[in-house]
């Protein structure tokens, strides 16, 4: 099983105009279900959250075309893509590569998945919005995207086989993205559908 996490999909990021989406990659070891809290590590001193819609494929596939890439998945659900922004920016400046940043274990946080055809069936007209202490800190809606969730996938089928079980993170709005402290109860709506509950410790 692997976590695919698509950055700059949102209007007003610099790279949000390339012609091909930017993707990274996460173990499975990053997961962290079940409403079970998120504890700031102790490498970084600037972790910050991305909220994100996420897709879960169920069927194996390779080289998808875009107009059938819908049939690969039934189930959303909203997520954090956590990074550790500090280091990033320290490994980044030395030219080396930044997974450390985005892949330490428990730094994709996975809220309950829910029938898409419970949501109105397209995956490109979701409302969805993050409360912090109970105050809405974004709201957005995936048919902002730049990179649509069908493209996305057809894109990345090129390069590697999709299983079962594989997590598509489709990246966060500006809004989405802000500073973790310790306290903070994160809540993530599907339309009004409560699907990510969750403490920072």
């Known amino acids: 099983m692997k976590i695919l996490a698509v950055g700059h999909n949102y209007p007003g990021f610099p790279a949000s105009a390339a012609d091909e989406p930017l993707l990274s990659l996460k173990p499975d070891s990053t997961l962290l279900r079940d409403g079970k809290p998120f504890f700031l ?9 991305e909220l994100s819609v996420v897709v879960r494929i169920d069927r194996l596939g390779k080289c998808i075309a875009p107009r059938f890439a819908s049939r690969y998945y039934r189930e959303v659900t909203l997520g954090i893509d956590w990074t550790a922004r500090d280091l990033q920016a320290r490994l980044l400046q030395q030219g080396w590569s930044w997974e450390l940043s985005k892949a330490f274990d428990n730094s994709a946080t996975l809220g309950t998945f829910v ?20 105050c809405c800190v974004c709201q957005g809606d995936t048919s902002e995207m730049i990179h649509r969730v069908d493209d996305t996938l057809a894109y990345v089928s090129r390069f590697m086989t999709v299983k079962m079980g594989d997590l598509l993170f489709t990246g966060s709005p500006l809004c989405g993205i802000g500073p973790a402290a310790i306290g903070q109860h994160f809540e993530g709506y599907l339309g009004e559908r409560l699907v990510l509950d969750f403490h920072v410790r």
Do not use: K, T
Not at 41 to 49: A, C, G, I, K, T
């Open 41 to 49: 590590p102790d490498f970084s001193q600037q972790v910050e959250y």
């Open 115 to 134: 029938p898409l055809d419970e949501l109105g069936g397209n995956v490109q007209s979701l409302p969805f919005r993050l409360c912090i202490d109970g």
